[in-house]
C-alpha cells in the first residue's frame, strides 16, 4: 500500500504562520517541526509526543492537528487519528485543506468506516491534483476501492475442452458467484445453449450443474453488484478459547500444494502464533509481506518452495499463507476470485484466501501487502475456495477435482461491462 506523503505537511510547517510573535505559537511551530522529522526518521511514538504538544499551545492551528492525525495514522490508531483530522479540517474552512481530507481518509478507511472514508476522499480529490500532489492518484484508487459497483458478464463455455471431468450424470459443475457472501450480490442469470440445468452447493460452494448439449458452447449470462464491507463486527464475535466446528477443522489439514505437518512451515510459524486466530494472521501477514516479493511467472510445487524461492504470483502468496496458518492451527483456504481492477473490460484470475474464526466465520483476507484483514476487494468477484477433495491439477480423471475451472472450459480472458457505479 503506498503511503501517504508528508510533502503537503512539510511545506505547511517550513514557515511559522502569522501570528508566530507570540511565545507559545513560535514554541509551537519549533515542536511541528520537530515532530514531522522524528515522523520522516518513523520514530512515531516521539513524533506524536512533540505534535501533541504542539496543538496545546496552539490548538487552533489545524497543521498540529493535521500532523497529530498523520501519525496516528502510521501508528494503526485510526478513530483518533481520524478525530485529529476532522479537528484539521474543522479549523482549515476550506482553505488549504486537501491533506487533512486525504488524511481523515486514509483514517476513516483504516477504521473501516466506509461511508465516512468515502466522504473525505471525494472531498479531496475536488480539491485537485495541484493540491494533492502525490496523494491525488492515491485518494482517486481509495475512492473507487469504495465505491459500489455493477458489472455484467456473459461466458462463453466450451464442454469438449473439460470432457475428462463430466459426471455420471453427463452434467459439468461450473463455479458461480454467490449471493451468500454479505460483499457481493448476484442477479438476472441467464443459461443459453444447454439441455438442462440447476444450482447446486458443493463442498460451500456454489455450483451449476449443466448438462450440454453435445459440444455446443453455453452461454451464462449475469451481474454481480459488489458493496464496500468490513468484517469487523463479525470478528467481535470471536470469544478467547472457542473452537472451529468440524467443517472448518477439516481445512487444518493436508490438501494440494500445502502439509501443515512439514517441519519447514512449522519451524518457520512457531514464533508467529498467537493466542487468537486474528493476531496469528496478523503476524503471519507480516512474514510474508517482509519475505515475499512478486514476481511474474513465478512458479512452485509448495508452500515451502514459495518461501524457500522468496519470490512467487497471487497464487503462491496464497498457498504460503494457507500452509503457514494451517500449521500454526487456524483454518484456512484458498480462493479463487475474478479482478475486475486492472483493465477496463477484461477480468484477471486471481487468488487470495479466507481464514475461520470462531464465532465469525470465514474471514477474507489479501495476503499481498496492502490487504487488510476482513475487507475484501470491491474490484473482485468471490468465484470459489479450493477444497480439500483431490486435485485441481492433473491429467488423471479420477484424481482432478469434479468442479470445473472458467479456464477449463475455454474462458482465459472473462469480459465485463461495468453496469453502474
Not at 101 to 125: I, M, S, T
Not at 197 to 226: H, M, Q, S
Not at 254 to 268: A, F
Request: proline fraction near 7%; charged fraction near 25%.
Amino acid at each position: 500500500m503506498r503511503q501517504p506523503c508528508l510533502l503537503a505537511l512539510a511545506l505547511a510547517l517550513a514557515a511559522p504562520p502569522a501570528e508566530a510573535r507570540a511565545d507559545n505559537v513560535r514554541d509551537a511551530h519549533k515542536l511541528g517541526v520537530a515532530a514531522n522529522e522524528r515522523l520522516e526518521k518513523k520514530q512515531y511514538g516521539e513524533a506524536l509526543k512533540l505534535a501533541k504538544q504542539a496543538v496545546r499551545l496552539d490548538p487552533k492551528s489545524p497543521y498540529y492537528h493535521g500532523l497529530a492525525g498523520s501519525v496516528h495514522w502510521h501508528l494503526k490508531q485510526y478513530p483518533a487519528g481520524l478525530e485529529a483530522c476532522e479537528t484539521a479540517v474543522r479549523l482549515a474552512g476550506g482553505k488549504c485543506d486537501a491533506w487533512y481530507l486525504h488524511v481523515a481518509g486514509e483514517n476513516a478507511n483504516g477504521a473501516q468506516d466506509f461511508p465516512r472514508a468515502r466522504k473525505y476522499f471525494q472531498r479531496a480529490v475536488a480539491r485537485g491534483q495541484k493540491a494533492l500532489g502525490g496523494n491525488f492518484a492515491v485518494a482517486k484508487h481509495r475512492l473507487a476501492a469504495l465505491t459500489p459497483k455493477t458489472l455484467e458478464f456473459e461466458w462463453a463455455l466450451q464442454p469438449e475442452k473439460a470432457a475428462a471431468l463430466k459426471r455420471a450424470d453427463g452434467t459439468f459443475l461450473i463455479p458461480l458467484p454467490s449471493s451468500t457472501h454479505p460483499f457481493q450480490t448476484v442477479n438476472k442469470m441467464v443459461v443459453t445453449g444447454a439441455a438442462s440445468y440447476k444450482v447446486e452447493d458443493f463442498e460451500g460452494n456454489e455450483a451449476l450443474a449443466v448438462k450440454p448439449k453435445g459440444n455446443d458452447p453455453i452461454r451464462i449470462r449475469f451481474r454481480v453488484t459488489l458493496t464496500p464491507y468490513s468484517y469487523k463486527d463479525a470478528l467481535a464475535k470471536y470469544r478467547k478459547g472457542a473452537k472451529a466446528p468440524a467443517e472448518a477443522k477439516q481445512y487444518l489439514g493436508e490438501s494440494e500444494w500445502i502439509d501443515p505437518k512439514s517441519p519447514k512451515l512449522r519451524k518457520i510459524v512457531e514464533p508467529l502464533r498467537r493466542e487468537g486466530p486474528v493476531e496469528t494472521v496478523e503476524q503471519v501477514l507480516a512474514y510474508l509481506r517482509g519475505r515475499l516479493t512478486y514476481v511474474p511467472g513465478s512458479t512452485f510445487k509448495s508452500a515451502e518452495d514459495v518461501l524457500e524461492q522468496r519470490k512467487a504470483v497471487c497464487f503462491g502468496w496464497a498457498a504460503a499463507f494457507t500452509g503457514l496458518c494451517r500449521a500454526a492451527g487456524v483454518p484456512a483456504r484458498m480462493v479463487d476470485v475474478l479482478n475486475a481492477n486492472q483493465s477496463p473490460d477484461v477480468l484477471e484470475f486471481h487468488s487470495y484466501c479466507e481464514f475461520y474464526v470462531p464465532g465469525a466465520g470465514w474471514i477474507p483476507v489479501e495476503p499481498q501487502p496492502g490487504g487488510l484483514v476482513g475487507v475484501p476487494n470491491v474490484g473482485q468477484v468471490r468465484l470459489y475456495h479450493y477444497s480439500l477433495n483431490r486435485k485441481w491439477e492433473g491429467s488423471n480423471a479420477n484424481e482432478i477435482h469434479p468442479l470445473c475451472t472458467l479456464k477449463q472450459l475455454g474462458v482465459v480472458t472473462p469480459k465485463y461491462v461495468l453496469v453502474a457505479k
